[in-house]
């Protein structure tokens, strides 16, 4: 109970986060090579066939964090 109850709590944070910030870059597994790509080429690589490893987000304050992906 008390772990579901830190995940909640987790995912709260995360939600927090994710309001305050602007998907800016996409890092994606592409052909085993992990590079970091512009929201929009990343469905370039997607349909390809590549994986999303983590989203770059701007903050609100200009710096950026990198997070897990969470598509738009
Ligand atoms: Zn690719």
């Known amino acids: 109970m008390k772990k579901k109850l830190s995940i909640f709590a987790a995912s709260i ?6 309001t305050q910030c602007q ?3 996409v ?5 085993g090579k992990v590079i970091t790509v512009s929201k929009n080429a990343a469905d370039t690589h997607v349909a390809h066939g590549d994986e999303i490893i983590s989203g770059i987000y701007k903050q609100d304050d ?7 992906y969470i598509p738009e």
């Open 62 to 68: 200009g710096t950026l964090i990198e997070l897990p």
């Open 13 to 18: 944070f995360m939600l927090t986060l994710f």
């Open 27 to 31: 890092k994606v597994l592409h052909k």
């Open 23 to 25: 998907l800016f870059k």
